[in-house]
């Protein structure tokens, strides 16, 4: 019995990007299967044998290593987590350019690289032009990342107060949590398969369901699990070029419109970051708050048409308005979860609503995003709840200046600097927009397509650029320098400013 548990333990025992790219080579052997059983030989081979080659190179690496692991504690496992978003793309595009054959390497990376970080900006603009394998690989790589994120959420970020976390009542940005087993343990890493091991399969559980109601609903299994996976990890990725492009109708927009919900709150499946405060979901000010602005969003659009018609009379049909509504209802929920998929009645959710930019307002649910701790990207809900209530507390102190606030006592997830630290990452977020949409227009973009870039890239929402703007903004057309820029930018949305500005504190790793 010792001898068969040595070899799990000694694999276990690899620094932890090692470990993710044995994972990511493991994998590659479906998409080989499955081009297989389509008698795609020729990007079967291309999947097969790099799948080898990474788990060769991960076997060497492990020998020269031998006993000899290194351990760097949580900034370490930080580390690795960029090393993935930035190294590991490099490996995941070889069968993606050896499949297609007629595109550049560069575009394969900054694919892997939009895949990897769940952005899902599509620079293959026609899904014909890819393999069906590679549609599965494309959305196979995003829900790996997702995955990634969620473990990450609660093994890494929130002991080190960072992705959220410096929000709610645990320390300060980088410097961990109240927590001394978390941030005084030997092995960081334990903990992070260990809770692997807890919401793994919740995850994958969560996805096989909806690929399952996606089926029942019409939906071709391909497509159908693209769709599933892409919901959970907020990716966007579609092997049919979108939801408004599927079999499944209306019906499969209910059902992912449900389990877009996993994007607002973690606790719409774990609890494993509460510390302080009510674990219930109706408690919740992120799941409240993204509640407020679905609900809220679509109905502003509905009452905008009746305003503009009210003289005139012509209200339009009761179904119409029905469909225009569930339109922006599913939308506004897809871009609030930085999924970016687009219903089919969006386009009569538009003409209902008679707006000339509706871009615009999704710019900004992509900018503010979903909920601490899941797949979503954007400045964050419990961010955004926060400057909310300090600004309600300032307003009530320019009418009573001497007043006591109650806000906090029933907010006890957010600590007394919490809104302070939220608008210090809100003005680093602005920032960073700022310096890339500066250097995109820097190598020749306009001001419009540089803004958009810079937003979908930042919020990991790659949609965006096929739908905010008047029209498509074609990736490929980009200069070699700007695919780099937002390659840049959609690991930053990905890892967040604090994140990388820890990584660079001598303080950090010194502790």
Request: glycine share 10%.
């Amino acid at each position: 019995m010792g001898r068969r548990n040595k070899t799990p333990n000694r694999f276990l025992r690899l620094p932890l990007f090692l470990l993710i790219w044995s994972i990511a080579s493991a994998a590659m052997w479906i998409p080989a299967a499955h081009a297989l059983a389509l008698n795609d030989h020729a990007t079967s081979r291309a999947f097969f044998y790099t799948g080898i080659l990474g788990l060769f190179f991960v076997a060497l690496a492990g020998l020269s290593l031998g006993n000899r692991v290194p351990r760097y504690g949580m900034p370490g496992q930080l580390l690795s987590l960029l090393a993935t978003f930035v190294i590991l793309p490099l490996f995941l595009a070889i069968p993606v350019q050896e499949s297609l054959r007629n595109t550049s390497f560069l575009n394969a990376y900054f694919d892997m690289v939009s895949a990897v970080t769940t952005t899902g900006a599509d620079i293959y603009a026609d899904p014909g032009r890819l393999p069906p394998s590679v549609h599965l690989w494309r959305a196979m790589v995003a829900w790996l990342g997702g995955l990634l994120m969620w473990i990450s959420a609660s093994a890494v970020l929130a002991p080190l107060s960072l992705g959220g976390f410096e929000v709610t009542a645990r320390g300060e940005p980088g410097g961990g949590s109240a927590t001394p087993s978390q941030i005084q343990d030997a092995d960081p890493k334990r903990r992070l398969i260990e809770i692997a091991r807890t919401l793994g399969p919740v995850y994958a559980g969560l996805t096989i369901v909806l690929w399952i109601l996606l089926m029942v609903t019409g939906e071709t299994p391909l497509v159908g699990l693209s769709h599933a996976m892409s919901v959970l990890a907020t990716s966007g990725i579609s092997a049919v070029g979108g939801v408004e492009n599927g079999a499944s109708g209306i019906g499969g927009e209910m059902v992912m419109f449900l389990f877009m919900f996993f994007a607002l709150s973690r606790l719409t499946f774990s609890d494993d970051t509460v510390t302080v405060g009510s674990g219930r979901l109706d408690k919740d000010p992120e799941f409240r708050t993204g509640l407020l602005i679905v609900v809220g969003m679509p109905l502003l659009l509905i009452l905008w048409h009746w305003f503009n018609t009210f003289e005139v009379g012509a209200h339009g049909e009761p179904v119409q308005a029905l469909r225009s509504f569930w339109g922006g209802l599913f939308t506004v929920m897809s871009f609030l979860s930085t999924t970016g998929f687009e219903s089919a009645d969006w386009q009569t959710s538009r003409e209902w609503s008679g707006l000339q930019t509706p871009g615009m307002i999704l710019l900004g649910l992509s900018v503010i995003g979903g909920g601490v701790a899941t797949t979503a990207g954007g400045v964050k809900l419990l961010r955004v709840y926060a400057l909310y209530l300090n600004g309600m507390r300032e307003m009530e102190r320019l009418v009573h200046p001497s007043s006591v606030s109650g806000e906090g006592s029933g907010n006890k997830r957010i600590q007394r600097n919490g809104a302070f630290v939220a608008w210090i990452f809100f003005m680093l977020f602005a920032l960073s927009l700022a310096l890339v949409s500066i250097a995109l227009s820097a190598v020749g973009s306009d001001f419009e397509h540089s803004l958009i870039l810079a937003i979908a890239t930042l919020s990991t929402t790659g949609p965006l650029t096929e739908i905010a703007g008047n029209e498509p903004i074609v990736l490929t057309s980009l200069a070699p320098a700007a695919k780099f820029i937002l390659c840049f930018a959609m690991v930053l949305g990905r890892l967040e400013t604090l994140a990388i500005i820890a990584l660079l504190s001598p303080n950090f790793w010194r502790s």
